[in-house]
Nanobody
Framework: QVYLAESGGRLVQAGDSLKLSCAAS????????VAWFRQAPGKVREFVAS????????YYADSARGRFTISRDNVKNTVALQMSSLKPEDTAVYYC?????????????????WGQGTQVTVSS
């Protein structure tokens, strides 16, 4: 069984950059795509970005495209989300999750394992 742990969330100001990390443990991520989701208070969990198991293919939500970059290191068993030009509407708990399905799925139900989340707060 794989376990996921997110880190890097904190309070930042609008326009700042922030890098989140998702560390997998228990076993290597075997041919599993990894995604970042986020959930703001009172809102549904929404897809942010995903990366294929080999790291060569990425997919972004419109809200993230051009500002966020997802990447993975299969040697270190980690996935990163580099965020720039942060906005107050990016405030949410950010989760990483894995799927053996297609890497570009934005549907939370396709993802089988989730981390506990890390809080990102962007002040205006």
């Amino acid at each position: 069984q794989v376990y996921l742990a997110e880190s890097g969330g904190r309070l930042v100001q609008a326009g700042d950059s922030l890098k989140l990390s998702c560390a997998a443990s228990g076993r290597p991520l075997n041919r599993e795509a990894v995604a970042w989701f986020r959930q703001a208070p009172g809102k549904v969990r929404e897809f942010v970005a995903s990366v294929s198991w080999a790291g060569g293919m990425t997919y972004y939500a419109d809200s993230a495209r051009g500002r966020f970059t997802i990447s993975r290191d299969n040697v270190k068993n980690t996935v990163a989300l580099q965020m720039s030009s942060l906005k107050p509407e990016d405030t949410a708990v950010y989760y990483c999750a894995v799927t053996r399905g297609v890497y570009y799925s934005p549907e939370p139900r396709e993802y089988t394992t989730w981390g506990q989340g890390t809080q990102v707060t962007v002040s205006s």
